[in-house]
């Protein structure tokens, strides 16, 4: 399983972008999804995460400005970031547990840069 991560770019304050995670191979599930983020000097930290069923969580700090999303038919996972901040600038990175592996699959991280 490979994850292709996109979408990142250079956006200002109060604007839009959006991530899109693809996983490649076959005879797969996504068990679940989600992404991190890493600012330059911090901590890896967890921003949303779904689950098969649909079931979402978010942090604190993207709550009601990201959405995520998934299509399974296209073993994709999608982040929806609005009124980005320019705290949102950090390299996001999308993981995906397969149904049967211990551990995650990880994408490229994909940089998010925020102007003010």
């Known amino acids: 399983v490979q994850l292709q991560a996109s979408g990142g770019g250079l956006v200002q304050a109060g604007g839009s972008l959006s991530l899109s995670c693809a996983a490649s191979?076959?005879?797969?599930?996504?068990?679940?999804g989600g992404w991190y983020r890493q600012a330059p000097g911090k901590q890896r930290e967890l921003v949303a995460v779904?689950?098969?069923?649909?079931?979402?969580n978010y942090a604190d700090f993207v709550k009601g400005r990201f959405t995520i999303s998934r299509d399974n038919a296209k073993n994709t996972v999608y982040l929806q970031m609005n009124s980005l901040k320019p705290e949102d600038t950090a390299v996001y990175y999308c993981?995906?547990?397969?149904?049967?592996?211990?551990?995650?699959?990880w994408g490229q991280g994909t940089q998010v840069t925020v102007s003010s």
């Open positions: 779904i689950t098969s069923d649909g079931s979402t």
């Open positions: 993981y995906a547990v397969v149904t049967g592996i211990p551990y995650p699959f």
């Open positions: 191979g076959s005879g797969f599930s996504i068990a679940a």
